[in-house]
Each structure stands twice: as C-alpha cells, then as structure tokens.
C-alpha cells in the first residue's frame, strides 16, 4: 500500500536499526503506524521518516531517551533540554581531559622507587586534626602553623616534615597527625603538643612531582604492596623529603608515599613476593 514502509525499508531510510525500531516502538518513543494483528508485523508511514532521522541524530549526539521522549512531546522545551544537554557534555569532556591527565600521571608514577624500611622513631611537634574529605586544606594549615611556632621558638627541625592519616574512623571523618621532628628540649603550645611518634615498618614509594598530583599515587602504591604481598595496616604517611622553601619547583618535590604495614612484615625485601 502507498506510504507504508515495512520495518526493514524504515531501517533503511532513517539508519535506525529494526532491533532499535522495535525497542523504541516497546517504550513508546517511536511507534508504527499500523501492526498487522494477523502477524504483528509493524508498518511504518513515510511521514515518520523525519521524526526516525531526527531521533538518529539526537541520539547519536548522545541524548538520553527521556530528553528525546520530551522533545518530541514538548518541543517548545527543546532550547532548555539542548542546552543542558551541551552543559552536559562539557562536563564530560572535562573530566575525560581529567582522567587522561590522571592516566599520564599513573603511567609517569609508574617509574617510581619503592622500598620496605622502617620508619625511626623521633620526638615530633604535632597537631592532631580531624579530616573530613574533601576539606584536606586543614593538613597545610596545621604545618604552616607548625613550622611559624618552630621558627619563632629557634628549634632545629631533626628531619623532614610529615603527617600520618590513621586507619578507621567514624562515618567518613578520621585522624591525622601533621608532624615537625625536632632536636633539644622543647615546650607545647596550645594546640601544638610535643609527642614521641614510634617508628613503623612501611612499604614506600617515592613520588616526584607537585603536591596535588600525590593521591594519584597512593593507589599504584598500594597495588605494588598488595602485588608483592605485604600486609598493609590501612595507615598510611606522607614524608616531605624535598619541598617549600628549598626546592621551589613543584615538579622537583619529592614526597616518600608510607604505607604501615604489620611489625612482623618488618624485616622482608624489597622485592620479595
């Protein structure tokens, strides 16, 4: 019959498959005109082909079904829902740019050198702060804090700084420990305790490279502990072995990654597996 199309001849003029076709006609979003009640076989008016290619290409620009279903039934919205939908891709397209730069990071982590030691035991001046991701920026301002009340009181600082992230926790706040190791008789002061931070067993990995690209880091180190077979505790530190002020290019800070790992594990190689 004139201006029936069969789902195969559909399929071809629109570019829509006939298991899409069907799939569509099953949800409501593009039915056929006629379903012959002998064999269900679908037919198609030659008028649905614009509204078949129009779907094709909202779909092919990535558009959910339920922003086609609303197009087709409220065009009058069709600037708000093409205009999310461009705000959406945005974002996608930034956090595939993120997730490359991630992935180069990963790759450039991957030449890092690991190493089982234990870390000394040393008297520290500590700030204990609560940590309620993603507000890290409490762990910079306690070292700052720190470092003014080394400077001002004249202590030798003994090694470099560090804090240490605590495993557990309550709901998704746990404990950090920013720490300054420091030589002599020295006082508390306010919030700034003078502690005695005992020496660990670590699996560690040291990362070159500016500050804000560390987290990466910690899950290649924990895959390379987990690969090797070291019991990891959960707690974990991080050693500012060249950083502000004396190395004043990001990209050559060195940074030792710790993972605690359980006493016993303290005396296995390196490489051991």
């Not at 829509?16 to 076709?21: G, Q, R």
Request: one cysteine or more; hydrophobic letters at 35%.
């Amino acid at each position: 019959m004139e201006g029936r199309l069969l789902i195969s001849q559909f399929a071809l003029l629109t570019g829509l498959t006939p298991k899409t076709l069907r799939y569509y006609d099953d949800i409501g979003l593009l039915t056929p005109r006629w379903v012959d009640e002998a064999n269900r076989y679908r037919q198609y008016g030659i008028e649905q082909v614009g509204m078949g290619i129009r779907i094709r290409h909202w779909r092919h620009i990535g558009l959910p079904l339920r922003d086609i279903q609303r197009l087709i039934h409220s065009p009058g919205h069709a600037t708000e829902v093409l205009s999310r939908h461009e705000a959406r891709l945005h974002a996608e397209i930034t956090a595939r740019q993120d997730a490359l730069q991630s992935l180069s990071t990963l790759l450039e982590e991957n030449t890092m050198e690991y190493r089982v030691d234990h870390l000394p035991t040393q008297q520290v001046l500590r700030i204990r702060e609560t940590l309620r991701p993603p507000h890290y920026e409490v762990i910079p301002q306690a070292l700052q804090e720190l470092m003014t009340y080394v400077r001002a009181m004249g202590h030798p600082v003994s090694a470099p700084s560090f804090f240490v992230h605590h495993a557990g926790g309550q709901g998704e706040s746990s404990t950090v420990d920013i720490c300054v190791p420091v030589a002599g008789d020295v006082q508390p002061s306010g919030r700034i305790e003078v502690q005695r931070f005992e020496g660990s067993p670590a699996f560690i990995g040291r990362f070159v490279g500016p500050y804000e690209k560390t987290g990466a880091a910690y899950t290649v180190i924990a895959e390379e502990a987990i690969r090797r077979g070291l019991p990891l505790t959960g707690t974990t530190a991080e050693i500012y072995v060249k950083s502000v002020p004396h190395t004043p290019d990001p990209n050559a800070y060195e940074t030792d990654i710790a993972f605690m790992l359980a006493p016993e594990s303290g005396g296995r190689p390196v490489g051991s597996d």
